[in-house]
């Protein structure tokens, strides 16, 4: 079966370091999704972008969250600097048209300290 | 904007029972999606089951059934049977039509425990 596949699984890092997530979307999906889960706020999108355009970023703290496509197989989401607020599990999903649904990577957890 | 409220946090089945999981939506829209995932502790989201909200006919997937009711703007989950393996958080999940691929917006989940 195509999947999402997302790495690192598990980071832990301190507070002020860059993060680099990443995810190859499943060969054919033209649209990403970045969604962030946490206890407080559940699961919330943060950015999605289609034929690697951004289309909806709003989600996304502006002034440390950058979200790039490079190429089709690669989408980064990076946090500069980090902070223990942005401490959660981090899916990155892909899809099609219509009615097809988003398949979801297995997540990157990212712990703050 | 589109909301989802699961208004159970938690439910509790035996196994080989059956239980119904709620959601409810806030839409203007006449044409969207919904969607169950589940999650296990594996922290995978896995799809469950979808509807076209254009469809009356309520879908199935072998165990799991919804109860789709567009004028009350309800959509639940029924699992059948239910087996150890169930027990996860699972989302309710709406998409809108409109946009070809537009965002998923969840509820807040319910968390499903299966006892023996």
């Known amino acids: 079966d195509a999947r999402v596949t997302q790495t690192p699984r598990d980071k832990v890092t301190e507070m002020g370091q860059e993060v680099t997530m990443r995810c190859q979307p499943i060969?054919?999906?033209?649209?990403v999704f970045w969604y962030r889960q946490t206890m407080m706020q559940g699961l919330e999108l943060l950015a999605y972008?289609?034929?690697?355009?951004?289309?909806?970023d709003s989600g996304m703290p502006k002034d440390r969250f950058s979200a790039e496509m490079p190429d089709a197989t690669l989408a980064t989401l990076k946090i500069q600097p980090s902070e223990p607020r942005d401490s959660a599990v981090y899916f990155c999903?892909?899809?099609?048209?219509?009615?097809?649904?988003?398949?979801f990577g297995d997540g990157t957890r990212l712990s703050i300290l | 904007a589109q909301t989802v409220t699961q208004s159970q946090p938690e439910m509790s089945v035996q196994e080989a029972e059956t239980v119904t999981l709620s959601c409810t939506y806030d839409?203007?829209?006449?044409?969207?999606?919904l969607f169950w995932y589940k999650q296990p502790p594996s922290r995978q989201m896995i799809l469950v089951i979808r509807?076209?909200?254009?469809?009356?006919q309520n879908a199935t997937e072998n165990r799991f059934s919804v109860n789709f009711q567009k004028a009350a703007k309800s959509f639940s989950l029924k699992i059948s049977d239910s087996q150890l393996g169930d027990a996860a958080m699972y989302f309710c999940?709406?998409?809108?039509?409109?946009?070809?691929?537009?965002?998923?917006?969840f509820g807040t989940g319910t968390r499903l425990q299966v006892t023996l």
């Open positions: 999940a709406y998409r809108s039509a409109l946009n070809t691929a537009s965002k998923l917006t």
């Open positions: 999903a892909s899809g099609t048209k219509g009615n097809q649904p988003q398949h």
């Open positions: 509807q076209e909200a254009y469809k009356q």
């Open positions: 060969l054919g999906h033209n649209t």
């Open positions: 839409t203007s829209e006449s044409d969207y999606y």
């Open positions: 972008f289609r034929n690697r355009a951004p289309l909806d």
